[in-house]
């Protein structure tokens, strides 16, 4: 079963928190405990660029 990629409310709920817990769960339940941590790590280092990039745009 695939799953789409949730739409988040404007306001950010707890059905938000849910829907992005089972989304990545649904996502990453068939990967090994190596592609798993190489998933989050990659997801890491681009949430990482977005918000260096987004404070160096204030400055």
């Known amino acids: 079963m695939t799953m789409e990629k949730p739409v988040l409310s404007p306001n ?5 928190i849910h829907k992005l817990r ?3 769960y649904y ?3 068939d990967m090994t ?3 798993r941590m190489d998933y989050y790590n990659c997801q ?5 660029k977005k918000i260096q990039s987004r404070k ?3 400055n």
Request: hydrophobic share 25%; glycine share 4%; proline share 5%.
């Open 12 to 16: 950010f709920t707890i059905e938000d």
């Open 22 to 24: 089972e989304y990545n």
């Open 44 to 48: 890491g280092v681009e949430i990482h």
């Open 33 to 35: 405990p190596q592609e």
């Open 56 to 58: 160096l745009q204030k």
């Open 27 to 29: 996502k990453t339940k």
